[in-house]
């Protein structure tokens, strides 16, 4: 059964952002179903270790809310990205690169909860863990970043009627994220706590909805 | 090469409800997926213990009810998902953010499916397995609750067309199943047995098609 | 930021079998890609045990082919499916709760590959591993003869003008692929040679190209 | 509910070449995903032996790189995938056969990674590991070659008007990948650190756009 694929009008969008589209969706969708397991399911002789079942799943608290947290920040990236393509009027093959260099941190993410998630209560390791998940936190803003400053710099592949204050703002965003996501590291090596606050308080933020594009001067 | 995107005429459903639904669809399909990762290959020491490759999968028939009743679980969620979006006709930033809460509900189910299906039969973890297997049953619920409610507020998403006693219908529906899982979380304390009967009577009215939707006064 | 969801028009299909395809194209994506978690990463002391990671890798064989088999057999299933819906016209709730079905055998697919390829070659528990591959076989093959005969039964969810003898004629082959199945199940206990055999033959009948769909008396 | 799914028309394109992609799109971002479940979260003990959490993500090293690599080399297939489709016009069976293949390969990858990620730093496994990972370099070149092959023989399944010197110019990129990486594979078991080096040159080679159709004599 040969299956002919009508004009050519119609094939163009479909390998172009559509398919880029279709593809980040699943990375955000899998990455964000991963996650959960990264909590372990239990053997029997942990279960008596941790003094019964109940007990063991009261315990992973710190695992259900890193789960939570990782869960809301890879919906909050998938919204921007989806927000992203209402003015991205191309694509090319540095952007797609880019945005796969974007997925990769996206993907990362699921090892960095595991590891907040399974030593954030451990007096020892809690200072690297939260020094590791903010690194994982700065990441995926950098690509993120660059393919902004790519995709608008003169235009190069959104809408030429694309507001210039708009373009401006977003970036100023973005630096705004990047030197705060920077902060936290460099924080988190003296004060994990601060660090972790710096962290929540940018995720609370990134809660807000974008900005509306603007058109026009 | 530099593939255009056309018109914004159809790029807009595009990055709207769309690539919602698409990447509401990934997470079904990994949620589902991913369910059979909780059923354990045997080591050849464990084969001995039980006594041969056969007594081994035959004694795994817990979790292959566990996984049965699962897979239909996040199946129905996904026909009422597909469901809902026969009459919501618009999304926004914070309808796209419950979505995800909801999401994230579902991708934990894995979790729970691997814990009554590995403790369910032994007598020291029943309760505290089906009291788990209750909290992710009613889990779902509350975010599509909340979708439900803030959608039709006022019509705020859904077709203006839409009749009232149809949507005041679906809210009794959900109030409903919101009651009944809350009771099976209070029951599997006391009656495991009592509580998963509960659940499965749910789960069987779930079974049900949901009422096609109703327009005009 | 609101985004309009355009006419009803285009978004009935889309919320019809576009979902249901694009849902079941996730689920067997995932499945095909789970397979290889199964083929496990050696711990530095495996190796020793081996004489080395070449000597490891290459007696992996059995592993190796079973995921060769596993991901063929999956991407029959999925041209199979997709040629499924080049003649179904409607989908309804029946409809999709048995595709579901059809999914969770699918998926169920990984872990029956784990078990043929850990355990074939041992003397053991050879015998069960084939017959758990033959069931593994069989499951998918019961769903998808319910769900033709279901959307086919006058007509009910396919083309009014296809061929009553192209239908008669898939569903005979149906029935004579349920019928080897369980052949093979019966057989694989006293013979595992002849009843791997038998699969074999069944999958390489299942190469061969769907029957394009007749239309008209 | 029933729903009607409209004409014919839309259907067709739908279950060509449509589907292939996103059932691709969905076998790459699993595998991009999946990648990361082979950096394995530490047990405490471990980390004990490790010297602490810090030092145990930093000696991680070599797996963020093969990480790395991975993730590009699948983007990098991602990325030709789609620009194939933007001159094949027609699907078949045989064609959606050798695609399953191709996908084959491409989710093996995260097992191919992690053997390289845990044994390249080992003096007694680096030679194997580096092997393989040759090997696993060429093995998604074959199928494409021979997708390629099949589907331009002829103007089989591409865009009748498409260049035959283009054709003819992607063939010869082709037959050099595969010479190379047999070349690599050879060369692995005299000078691992020559053999990675081919690789890595091809990588970077890979990087660079593939060449836009062209069209008419």
């Known amino acids: 059964m040969i299956t002919e694929i009508p004009e050519k009008k119609f094939k163009l969008p479909a390998s172009g952002s559509v398919r880029l589209e ?106 690297p863990a939260i020094t590791f998940y903010c690194i994982g936190f700065l990441l995926p803003v950098i690509p993120v970043t660059l393919i902004v400053l790519y995709a608008t710099h ?3 592949l959104v809408d030429p009627r694309l507001s210039a204050p708009f373009i401006k703002r977003q970036l100023t965003k973005l630096y705004t994220s990047l030197t705060c996501s920077t902060l936290s590291i460099i924080v988190s090596f003296y004060s994990p706590y601060i660090a972790f606050s710096i962290v929540l308080a940018m995720f609370i933020l990134f809660l807000l909805p974008p900005e509306t594009p603007v058109y026009g001067e």
């Open 154 to 156: 003169r235009h190069r």
């Open 22 to 127: 279709a593809f980040s969706d699943g990375v955000f969708a899998i990455a964000i179903t991963l996650l959960v397991l990264e909590i372990k399911v239990p053997h029997h002789e942990e279960l008596v270790k941790y003094g019964g079942l109940a007990k063991y799943l009261l315990h992973l608290w710190p695992e259900y809310i890193s789960y939570f947290l990782s869960v809301i920040f890879i919906g909050i990236y998938w919204v921007n990205h989806h927000w992203l393509f209402s003015f991205v009027k191309k694509t090319n093959h540095v952007f797609n690169l880019m945005n796969v260099i974007f997925l990769m941190c996206i993907s990362f993410l699921p090892f960095v909860t595991a590891i907040l998630g399974d030593f954030v209560l451990d007096e020892a390791f809690m200072q």
